[in-house]
Every structure is written in C-alpha cells, then in structure tokens.
C-alpha cells in the first residue's frame, strides 16, 4: 500500500524467534529496527507531538525541546521535519555520532551541555531543556515523565497480541524512561492477567536499586544522580535485572557473527537476559523480548573491535555461555 507520510510507516514491525538450546523456552524478538528512524522511540516521539496537538500545547510552526541520549531525538527530529515544527535535541557525550548526524539530517538543531566531559550528563541535559523551553516558549516534551511516552506503545502491545495471541509468558525490555516495557506490558497484562513483566538496566544504573557506576549501554537506565522518572510503573514490572555492558555488546556481535542478526547495545543486555530466563522456564513457555533498536547505530562502538579492547570489554565467558544458550 502507498502511503503519503513518513510516520504512517510506523509500526507493524516483524517478529523474529531465536534458535535457542533444546529444551529451552521460545524466544521471540519484536523487531523494532524496522520502524523509521530504525527505533521503537519513534513510536511514542509520534504520540507526545498528537497528544500535544490535541491539547493545544503545539501549534503550527512551533518549536519542539528534549533531552535525548539520541533515539528520542531522532523520533522527535523526523516528526518535526514532517509538520513543520523546530526542534533542539539537548544531549551530551554518550549519544553516538550515528543518532547525532541523523538528528542533523532531519534538520534539527543540536546543543551538547557536557563539553569536554565524558559520559551521561542527564540530570544536565534535563536542565537546560527545561530552561530552554521557559526562555523561548518552546514545548519540552519531556520523555521520563510524559504519558504520553508509554501511551504511544499501545500499538506494539496490540500488534503482539494480534500474532502471538494470549500465548506470551514473559515480556523482557529495557528500561530507560520505562515507556516502552510499561507501555507495552500494561496492555498485554489487561489481555493476559498472568503476563511477567521483566526489567533490565544497565549494571551502574539505579532504576532498580545498587550503587550507581559509570556504563556505556546508551538509551537505558538511570545515572545515579537522575531523576526516575514518572513513566517507570514500578507496580507493573515483577522483576528487575542488570546486565553488564559485556553480556550486553557481546551478545549483539554473537548475535551478529552467527546469525547475522544486527541489534542495538541495550537490547543485547535483554536478548542475554531472556536467553537465561529461557534456560529453565521450559519449551512451552514463550518469551518476547523487546528489541528497541538495530546495531547500525552502533558500528563504531560495540562492533569495533578496537574501542571494545580499549574499555575492557571483551568476556569469552558470556560468549561461552551465549553458544550453550544457542543452536
């Protein structure tokens, strides 16, 4: 079917089961790569601009604000381009040049708060696009406690349903701003009451607890220091996990390497998580992993051999344990 805009090309994204051990549960990836922008933020960056329409917040020609650590960024960059609004992306140094470029691409403007400094700087970016908004009339749209962010994954939520039915287990996701799994999980649980609901972060961040610590997985968790925002359902999600930056990246390039499947840093952390889960949870058990973003964003980080040496990431031992976990 023809469509006549960018965004009605938004959703609908494949389902891809993974080759897991005998005996294991079924693993089945919801491929969000497969949107515009190559990321499921694109989702709820569309929904924050309608909800904000329909309130009245945004009017024609207006100017769009946020703090992004990059696929947010790109969502709201490609819908402002498409209504014709302004945007300023706020980020700081852990946004990859990938999201950074694209974000230019669409024509949106970038302003890095963290200088020189390495790493997150959310409390920061948060800062300064709150200000920015006041200054100048723009609307923050302001992602870790819009409803606008879980609402716009009801789709997702209905689209699993439609294909898997009422035969979903588990449901793992990452969990940054929290939009994506709560989105998701609080419809599939109104569907399927006895749905698990399954958190992972980054190791360092505190969404769930523990000492906060410097990570590299980007678009996920919450730096110590930050906010949690409202969006996190803490009463909706039954379990929280970590994941290593080296479970998370080496489980993207085994991924890669062995079946040619290209995913983003964070969801390597879910991916390896739901593959432990699957281990004991037997055959009859189905496991959707949300896969928020593909790995080509990521080529010259978690692919490149060079930069992984140079942080001290390579484990064989997680890459041992994915060869058990997969066919």
Known sequence: MIK???SDLIGRTPLLKLPV???SATVVLKMEQYNPTGTAKIRMARNMVDEAEEAGLLTPGGWLVESTSGNTGLGLALIAAERGYKFTAVVDNHSSTDKLRGMLAYGADILNVAGDEEGLATAERDTVAERLAAEHGAYWTAQHRNPGNP???RPLARELHDDLGDG??????AVGT???LCGTGRVLRERIPDLKIVGVEPVGSVVFGGEGAPYHQSGTGT???SEIGGVVDYALIDQGLKASDAEAFETCRYLARNFGVLIGGSAGGVVYKALEQAQGAGPETTIVVLVCDGGDKYLDTVFNDDWMAANGLFDEQVVHRLAAMLR
Do not use: K, Q, V, W
């Not at 979903?168 to 996701?173: A, P």
């Open 4 to 6: 006549t805009r960018i």
């Open 21 to 23: 051990a005998d005996g």
């Open 151 to 153: 609402n716009g994954y």
């Open 168 to 173: 979903i287990h588990y449901l793992y996701g």
């Open 178 to 180: 929290g939009g994506s």
């Open 223 to 225: 730096p110590e220091g």
